[in-house]
């Protein structure tokens, strides 16, 4: 291997604002030129650096160590401006060993094993849901298929009592526009979720869950691996906040991608065993989560690019996800694709708690619809919904053809 012998520049700069609209609607073109700015691009409208290739944002996630969690995943830096409305996630914002120890009890209760009690569940409630659209005909798959179905059936598996519908979109809300600055977008997400924190924490009690949910056995192994109630209860929240509105964001792009594509919803009518890889085509393509940052411990040379000690590193997933470096077609939605290398859950030691049950989510409602829809139509333009690191829609129209 030739080692470099360049002396380290300060590297390619670019004028993207991250957190502007155009780019909140659309990140793709503005990722594309970052990949082709280089491996490490400084933005100086933020004071941040930007990894946007499949082989950069891979290698950092994995790079705990030199790219720590622990001063927050988004802009700000938790360590000097904490969140108003709650206290740092004892797993999103910790790094190894502290986050091995919690990341364990919560891996031991979202563990593919454990939910399997649920694939049962998520299915029934799938049929229900498909059935009831199908009847419709026309309908709003944001409000009347994405949102209901994760909203519904993830606060059950977890024990919430209650309707928490409204609740846990505003929190999700609260905590992906919380990644980026202060703009209207957080302002507008602060307000909508006003009394939501306290009502959130409420539901992560032991005393307030149902016996035999996710939610008692975190509890459970939380007790057994020696942490407090208290601890156990801030994990619960860490479900609450991150398994929503990523769900609702997966599966309204879902539809969008098979009503743009009708010959991959063929393809899933034919052979249903392709929902799950489907869905996780979806993720590839559209990353509901654009990325995360992450915060330098130490100087790093970066492809002969020097990042300095304690500065942000904005860490593009989406960019990743359609790259041609390691994708073929990038852009082309394919359920028939491998999906392996999919960053849209992240990597490392981070990656996704919640991806086992958000592919069951994602799994169950397709498997349900291919039974019921032949094709998917749109009645309107699809509505962006703005989000500072969460990518989705506010609107959805369509009409389904059943036989
Ligand atoms: C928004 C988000 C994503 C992932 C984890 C968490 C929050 C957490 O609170 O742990």
């Known amino acids: 291997m030739e080692l470099s012998t360049a002396p380290p520049t300060a590297g390619p700069t670019s004028d993207l604002d991250p957190f502007a609209d155009a780019f909140l609607v659309d990140p793709f073109p503005a990722l594309e030129e970052l990949r082709e700015t280089g491996p490490v691009v400084y933005l100086p409208r933020y004071d941040v650096w930007a990894v946007a290739?499949?082989?950069?944002?891979?290698?950092?996630?994995?790079?705990?160590?030199?790219?720590?969690?622990?001063?927050?995943?988004?802009l700000g830096d938790l360590t000097t401006d904490a969140y108003s409305w709650r206290r740092p996630s004892l797993i999103l914002e910790v790094d190894p060993p502290t986050h091995t120890a919690h990341r364990a009890v919560v891996a031991k209760t979202m563990s593919p094993r454990a939910m399997q009690t649920f694939q049962e569940v998520f299915d029934v409630e799938a049929a229900a849901l498909a059935d009831r659209l199908v009847a419709l005909g026309r309908f709003d798959a944001v409000a009347d298929l994405a949102?209901?179905?994760?909203?519904?059936?993830?606060?059950?598996?977890?024990?919430?009592?209650?309707?928490?519908?409204?609740?846990?979109?505003?929190?999700?809300?609260?905590?992906?526009?919380?990644?980026?600055?202060?703009?209207?977008?957080?302002?507008?997400?602060?307000?909508?979720?006003?009394?939501?924190?306290?009502?959130?924490?409420?539901?992560c009690r032991r005393e307030a869950l149902r016996p035999g949910s996710i939610g008692i056995a975190l509890h459970d192994a939380a007790a057994a691996a020696g942490l407090t109630e208290d601890q156990a209860t801030q994990l619960v929240r860490s479900l609450f906040s991150a398994g929503v509105d990523t769900t609702v964001s997966g599966l309204a792009f879902a539809v969008l991608a098979f009503a743009r594509h009708r010959e991959q919803w063929q393809l899933v009518r034919d052979d249903p065993s392709l929902a799950r890889n489907a869905f996780d085509e979806v993720v590839r393509h559209q990353s509901p989560v654009t990325g995360f940052f992450r915060t330098t411990t130490t100087e790093v040379v970066w492809d002969d690019v020097v990042i300095p000690a304690r500065r942000k590193v904005m860490v593009l997933f989406a960019g990743a996800n359609r790259d041609p470096r390691h994708w073929d077609r990038p852009e082309d939605f394919d359920v028939r694709r491998r999906t392996a290398g999919?960053?849209?859950?992240?990597?490392?030691?981070?990656?996704?708690?919640?991806?086992?049950?958000?592919?069951?989510?994602?799994?169950?409602?397709i498997r349900a619809l291919a039974a019921r829809v032949d094709s998917w139509h749109l009645e309107g333009d699809p509505e962006p919904r703005l989000n500072n690191s969460l990518r989705g829609l506010s609107r959805l129209p369509v009409r389904v053809r059943s036989q």
């Open 53 to 74: 290739r499949h082989q950069d944002v891979h290698a950092v996630l994995r790079d705990h160590r030199r790219f720590s969690s622990a001063a927050g995943v988004g």
């Open 147 to 203: 949102e209901p179905f994760p909203s519904v059936v993830f606060p059950r598996a977890l024990g919430a009592e209650g309707d928490t519908r409204d609740a846990l979109l505003a929190y999700g809300s609260l905590s992906f526009n919380a990644i980026g600055p202060a703009n209207r977008h957080l302002e507008a997400a602060l307000e909508r979720a006003r009394g939501v924190p306290e009502l959130i924490a409420e539901k």
């Open 342 to 365: 999919n960053l849209g859950y992240g990597a490392g030691a981070h990656v996704c708690a919640g991806m086992t049950i958000a592919r069951m989510e994602g799994e169950a409602l």
